[in-house]
């Protein structure tokens, strides 16, 4: 199982969480106290954080989110034969239901980037693999600045052309 389809407790088992205090807006109770949430992955190493929020409990489901990106983005598995379940249950007559917020998304993408990676990144042959279409494939990382910019750079050291 990959690392972002962990349920959050799991997660967070595996994670070493700092707290710091940050400057920025939010007066004094910014200042004053250890809102700031940094987690590191330990079996991956991956970090994320998050300091934006007054609370720090927001910031720590923040910072969740963030390092389920970031796992999916940046630690790769080998791909299964076919699509996952969770993959079937989202994709309907090669379209592709998933909203950028949800809990959902960074494991589609990490789903999606071990097929891309075992086709060499040839988008149409990673989609066919995942019974979606090209385009359901490509929006799946559009959606995401951060998952679009690291399709682009794995597709570019394997020396394919830019998408449009």
Known sequence: MHPAALDDATL????????TRRSGPGGQHRNKVETAVVLRHRPTGITAEASERRSQVENRAVAVQ????????EHRETAGDGPSSLWRSRAADGRLAIAIGHHDYP??????????????FRTAAAAAA?????????GLFRRSALAWTALTSARATAGLPRLA
């Open 12 to 19: 967070l088992d595996d994670c070493d969480e700092t707290r």
């Open 107 to 120: 494991t589609l993408v990490a789903e999606a980037l071990d097929h891309l990676q075992a086709t060499g």
């Open 66 to 73: 963030r390092l389920r990106l970031r796992l999916a983005l």
């Open 130 to 138: 995942l019974g979606v279409t090209t385009t359901q494939l490509i």
